[in-house]
């Protein structure tokens, strides 16, 4: 079996980060190789620009620039590590891609889904999941199991509500429009239930 690329997205506190985990384990278990990854990040320089905008004021960045950082930073993952994974057939696992900018610098910030595709496309040789998982959870309910974590990368969760609510909504639409790559994940259960239907949507 050839390798697949899958991104886990969804606001806030959805458990995408746990569930991805478990994906990569339980398909190195079947004896797959996994290459689990995340954005922004995933290699040294885009873990560098991570670190700009997960961390600070919440208008630190004006959206374009944060755009344009998001995809640099991509543009780096994807070089690096992506592509070369995908070209060895192993599966690669990754928490947030392309869908995150759209939802976050697109419906939460203003610039059009459409500009934000062609940003894309230029920078990452228009790459796309094979397959995407949307964990669905109201934003309120992500955003106070947020708070209850430890740890610092708050600056998109001291976004207003506003903000949040059109992340969401972004999200919430998202399996409809394209549903032959998205699909929806209830999110408000319990962990092992979660990925056990993950698993039956990945696995045959």
């Known amino acids: ?44 320089g885009a873990e560098a620009i991570r670190g700009l905008l997960v961390n600070g004021d919440p208008q630190r960045w004006l959206p374009w620039t944060e755009a344009c950082l998001v995809n640099a930073a991509r543009a780096d993952h994807v070089a690096r590590v992506i592509a070369p994974a995908l070209g060895r057939d192993a599966w690669v696992i990754c928490d947030r891609f392309v869908d995150s900018t759209r939802a976050y610098q697109g419906a939460g910030k203003g610039i059009s889904d459409a500009d934000l595709c062609d940003l894309h496309r230029k920078s990452c040789d228009d790459l796309w999941p094979d397959l995407t998982l949307v964990m669905a959870l109201p934003a309120a309910v992500g955003l106070a199991r947020a708070t209850e974590r430890a740890g610092g990368e708050g600056r998109f969760e001291a976004h207003d509500a506003e903000f949040h609510a059109r992340v969401t909504g972004f999200f919430a639409g998202l399996a409809r429009a394209e549903p032959l790559r998205c699909h929806d994940v209830d999110a408000g259960r319990d962990v092992a239930s979660i990925a056990a239907d993950i698993a039956a949507l990945v696995l045959p």
């Open 1 to 44: 079996m050839t390798g697949r690329f899958i991104s886990f997205e969804g606001g806030e506190g959805s458990g995408k980060s746990t569930q991805a985990r478990l994906l990569a384990e339980r398909l190195r278990a079947a004896g797959h190789e996994v290459v689990l990854t995340r954005e922004p990040g995933g290699t040294p």
